[in-house]
């Protein structure tokens, strides 16, 4: 269907009707974004689905492990609200900057290669794919001397409820 604000919801509910307690859900979003007033927006087909929405329904979801990977722009807002116990939230840009580097791509290199296997132990972990974006936009940042595009920005309250850690700087 098409990728309205109603559709994506419509998912989302159901998904809360489906998952339980230990189950996992990883929801990665490409595509558009923006921001007004200190929230982010997803840009969806007709109304946008805003922060504060998204955050809404992954609450109905609380027993659920979630990972939420934004590679659009100005999606730091998605942090602040969509942030909780069990989550881990990747986001490519701080709320103001526009994305300019390969954030997408980058990120499914960190997952798929044994390159980005930091502690060698045979699997991926977000953490380890969240340092190839950061290192994606640092490259696109020095290559022909321009500004780093954007910096992505981690929210890791699953793994011992440590709270925010951001790179790229």
Not at 28 to 48: I, L, Q
Request: hydrophobic residues 35%; proline residues 2%.
């Amino acid at each position: 269907g098409k990728a309205t604000r109603a559709n994506v919801e419509k998912v989302l509910a159901h998904l809360s009707e489906i998952m339980r307690k230990g189950d996992r859900l990883f929801l990665y979003m490409v595509g558009h974004t923006g921001a007004r007033r200190g929230h982010s927006y997803y840009d969806t087909v007709g109304p946008k689905l805003s922060d504060t929405a998204l955050a809404g329904h992954l609450d109905r979801l609380d027993q659920v492990e979630i990972t939420l990977v934004m590679s659009p722009c100005a999606t730091e807002g998605f942090i602040w609200q969509c942030s909780g116990k069990g989550r881990v939230i990747v986001v490519s840009t701080r709320i103001r900057e526009s994305n300019s580097a390969g954030v997408a791509e980058a990120f499914i290199r960190g997952v798929e290669s044994p390159g980005w296997d930091g502690n060698r132990d045979g699997k991926n972990s977000i953490l380890e794919a969240y340092g190839s974006v950061t290192a994606e936009q640092e490259r696109w940042g020095r290559k022909g001397g321009r500004a780093q595009p954007g910096h992505g920005l981690l929210d890791g309250k699953a793994v011992g409820d440590q709270g925010r850690a951001s790179g790229g700087e």
